[in-house]
């Protein structure tokens, strides 16, 4: 008893101290869970810019009016203060400059240019991830902008006011996204992208429905173009291409993110194949007591078991509580990543997951994919609209390794959630053909797309 009651006083006098350094999607999951598997510890995030825990994926939608209420404010998930309220202290305007991993003590400028040595028993690198800016976007002319956090967002919003004419240097998420919001807005958009086609992370057959849909929709889509320069004196004029000079006074930068690694590097933290920081099931890098997870991090995919770097929101937040479980004593496994996306264009719904086929025959697999174009709902049904989904497995095992679909109507690109499912669990082509999905007029045919697809590919696997 003497034992157990000097035990409890120690720790109470000192309690596990987790630091978190950064405040959004990641961190603050972790924050969160640890603080639930362990009360008593002392748990400290610091964040270096002006909010926590926002939904970045929601940008665009504020950008174009599409919140319940005005502004960006909808955007943020919980406050400071909400995190406070339940034991967690939360330092904003606060940049971790180094780790000192044999000390135990990371170090922390803050608002006011003070430098501190801050201890911790556990710590979590989730300093997320950070737009690439190609020497060209390296500038002072206003008018030029990244969209990664709501202070971009603010700017831009700031920018768009007094523009007419805007140039989207990136045919990806972001771009393809923000072609449509600013269309939506009056303005007169340019979207330029240095690869063959829009959209490249599908295969080919399902890239021209999107930039069908972009040119329909009044983009002015120029592709296998590469940006060698802005134009302008104080606000941009223009962008200039190896095709010649597109004229913009504003111009919307987004050709990909890359992980945030240097504080870990400096650490003596190890990076992965793909660039990001190396960690195992645990989050746990190779430097003991010190974690990782979110957008710096990398991850196993479920279909291939190799390194990947595919930052999604909810692998940040499930990286994140796993994470948090584990800095408090607690044992919990992040089972890796499929690449489930989806994004929103001109109305087109466009989904994938898993593998596709080029990815699959890049990672040595004998792959075999079917198309299938029909329609959502029963084809005489009033609200029956055109989808495409191409459906992979693999030869031999029946093994299914992904799905791609892009549906006309988009609400119906969420049935590539049905494919994440068995993926998941490691199902085959067999599997998905004999799945019990629901079934009524307005919402489906009785055999569902995906149930079609998979029969068709069954017979050439």
């Known amino acids: 008893m003497r034992l157990t009651l000097r035990w409890a006083i120690a720790l109470k006098l000192n309690p596990m101290r987790i630091v978190i350094v950064g405040g959004v999607a990641a961190g603050m999951s972790a924050a969160s869970r640890a603080q639930r598997q362990r009360p008593d510890a002392d748990i400290v995030v610091f964040e270096a810019g002006e909010y926590i825990s926002y939904a970045a994926c929601g940008l665009p939608y504020a950008l174009g009016g599409e919140l319940k209420e005005e502004g960006f404010g909808r955007l943020v998930i919980r406050t400071p203060e909400q995190m406070r309220g339940r034991g967690i202290s939360v330092r904003l305007g606060h940049r971790?400059?180094?780790?000192?991993?044999?000390?135990?003590?990371?170090?922390?400028?803050?608002?006011?240019?003070?430098?501190?040595?801050e201890p911790y028993d556990r710590l979590l690198l989730a300093t997320g991830s950070e737009p690439v800016r190609p020497p060209f976007a390296q500038t002072d002319l206003r008018g030029v902008h990244l969209l990664k956090t709501i202070p971009d967002g603010q700017a831009?919003?700031?920018?768009?006011?007094?523009?007419?004419?805007?140039?989207?240097?990136?045919?990806?998420?972001?771009?393809?996204?923000?072609?449509?919001?600013?269309?939506?807005?009056?303005?007169?958009?340019?979207?330029?992208?240095?690869?063959?086609?829009?959209?490249?992370?599908?295969?080919?057959?399902?890239?021209?429905?999107?930039?069908?849909?972009?040119?329909?929709?009044?983009?002015?889509?120029?592709?296998?173009?590469?940006?060698?320069?802005?134009?302008?004196?104080?606000?941009?004029?223009?962008?200039?291409?190896?095709?010649?000079?597109?004229?913009?006074?504003?111009?919307?930068v987004a050709v990909g993110i890359r992980p945030r690694t240097e504080l870990a590097q400096a650490a003596g933290v190890s990076l992965g194949a793909t660039g990001a920081i190396a960690v195992n099931a645990r989050q746990e890098t190779g430097v003991p007591g010190i974690f990782a997870a979110g957008d710096c991090?990398?991850?196993?995919?479920?279909?291939?078991?190799?390194?990947?770097?595919?930052?999604?929101?909810?692998?940040?937040?499930?990286?994140?509580?796993?994470?948090?479980?584990?800095?408090?004593?607690?044992d919990a496994t992040f089972p890796g990543t499929l690449g489930t996306g989806i994004f929103k264009t001109f109305g087109l719904g466009v989904a994938l997951t898993g593998l596709t086929q080029a990815q699959a025959e890049k990672a040595?697999?004998?792959?075999?994919?079917?198309?299938?174009?029909?329609?959502?709902?029963?084809?005489?049904?009033?609200?029956?609209?055109?989808?495409?989904?191409?459906?992979?497995?693999?030869?031999?095992?029946?093994?299914?390794?992904?799905?791609?679909?892009?549906?006309?109507?988009?609400?119906?690109?969420?049935?590539?959630?049905?494919?994440?499912?068995?993926?998941?669990?490691?199902?085959?082509?067999?599997?998905?053909?004999?799945?019990?999905?629901?079934?009524?007029?307005?919402?489906?045919?009785?055999?569902?797309?995906?149930?079609?697809?998979?029969?068709?590919?069954?017979?050439?696997?």
């Open 156 to 252: 831009l919003e700031e920018t768009l006011r007094s523009s007419k004419r805007v140039c989207i240097i990136g045919g990806g998420y972001i771009g393809l996204e923000m072609a449509e919001i600013l269309r939506g807005r009056g303005l007169s958009v340019v979207l330029v992208e240095r690869a063959a086609e829009v959209a490249s992370v599908l295969d080919g057959p399902l890239r021209a429905p999107v930039r069908a849909a972009l040119e329909a929709g009044g983009v002015d889509v120029r592709t296998g173009v590469s940006v060698t320069g802005l134009t302008g004196q104080g606000r941009v004029t223009g962008v200039q291409t190896d095709a010649g000079l597109i004229r913009a006074d504003t111009v919307l």
């Open 297 to 330: 991090a990398e991850s196993l995919h479920r279909v291939t078991g190799q390194p990947v770097y595919i930052p999604l929101a909810l692998g940040a937040n499930r990286m994140g509580r796993v994470a948090g479980v584990n800095m408090a004593g607690g």
């Open 364 to 461: 040595g697999l004998d792959a075999v994919s079917v198309d299938l174009t029909t329609t959502d709902a029963a084809g005489y049904h009033q609200d029956a609209r055109p989808v495409h989904l191409r459906l992979t497995g693999e030869r031999g095992t029946g093994r299914l390794l992904g799905a791609q679909m892009v549906a006309e109507e988009h609400h119906a690109a969420k049935r590539i959630d049905v494919v994440a499912a068995l993926l998941g669990v490691g199902g085959s082509v067999q599997d998905l053909f004999e799945s019990d999905l629901a079934y009524a007029p307005p919402f489906s045919s009785t055999w569902d797309f995906p149930l079609v697809a998979a029969d068709r590919l069954l017979r050439q696997l």
């Open 96 to 117: 971790v400059q180094g780790v000192d991993a044999q000390a135990g003590t990371v170090t922390v400028c803050g608002p006011d240019g003070a430098v501190t040595a």
